[in-house]
């Protein structure tokens, strides 16, 4: 049972760069999420989609564009690299609107 | 705007010990309330949760009980393993856009050594 999966698990940028992170679910979860982990802050939510065609943003959304053309797949794009998008980012997917979500093991982004 | 606040760590303890991870809440209507647990290089797993006042979640060993009257969701476990080293965030549930989200504290990182 493969739950979350994301897509690379590492990454390095050059600033001005573009690229998409992954999140796939098999669970035909409705609700997915990205949110960036960065030290001292915790977890911050980007963008999130309430069903396939979806999306809206979260607390921190600037910089980052994502789409939802399949149920289970949930895509966070960079259009172009900024050091301060040096993060890890967690994919979550939840069946409900209950906050149990479940978590990818994350994708570190290195952006110099 | 809701919020949430956690101890901050690191956490040192040694096996056997008694924990405790404060955490406290702002929050407008009634949240449900949340622990999750990261353990390294992993992502976040939910380890318990409340819903209403008084409630107590237990998983593990930990239990958090939902205190409106202190706005407090404190996480305890009698017994620590060396297992449990981990980051801990509380967090609770709000309903934006049509959407309930997660909004969480800081983490607590808790280290127990043998």
């Known amino acids: 049972n493969a739950g979350v999966t994301q897509t690379p698990k590492f990454r390095v940028l050059k600033t001005g760069q573009s690229m998409t992170l992954l999140c796939a679910q098999d669970?035909?979860?409705?609700?997915m999420y990205w949110y960036r982990q960065d030290p001292g802050m915790g977890l911050r939510l980007i963008h999130y989609?309430?069903?396939?065609?979806?999306?809206a943003k979260g607390e921190v959304p600037d910089g980052y564009n994502v789409s939802r053309l399949k149920k289970q797949n949930f895509l966070l794009g960079l259009e172009s690299a900024a050091p301060s998008q040096t993060s890890v980012y967690f994919c979550?997917?939840?069946?409900?609107?209950?906050?149990?979500?479940?978590f990818g093991e994350g994708s570190r982004l290195t952006v110099l | 705007g809701d919020s949430v606040t956690q101890m901050e760590g690191p956490v040192t303890l040694s096996e056997e010990a008694f924990l405790t991870i404060n955490c406290t809440y702002t929050?407008?209507?009634?949240?449900?309330l949340f622990w999750y647990v990261q353990y390294p290089g992993e992502g976040l797993q939910l380890l318990l949760k409340?819903?209403?006042?008084?409630d107590k979640g237990s998983n593990k060993g930990f239990e958090a009980t939902y205190r409106k009257e202190t706005t407090s969701f404190h996480l305890e476990k009698g017994s620590v393993q060396v297992s449990d080293s981990a980051v801990y965030f509380c967090?609770?549930?709000?309903?934006?856009?049509?959407?309930?989200?997660?909004?969480f504290g800081k983490g607590t990182k808790l280290t127990v050594n043998p």
């Open positions: 967090a609770l549930s709000k309903t934006q856009g049509g959407s309930e989200k997660l909004v």
């Open positions: 409340a819903t209403k006042a008084d």
């Open positions: 979550a997917s939840s069946l409900f609107a209950t906050g149990e979500l479940f």
């Open positions: 669970m035909n979860h409705e609700y």
């Open positions: 929050a407008t209507g009634y949240p449900s």
């Open positions: 989609s309430v069903g396939e065609g979806t999306t």
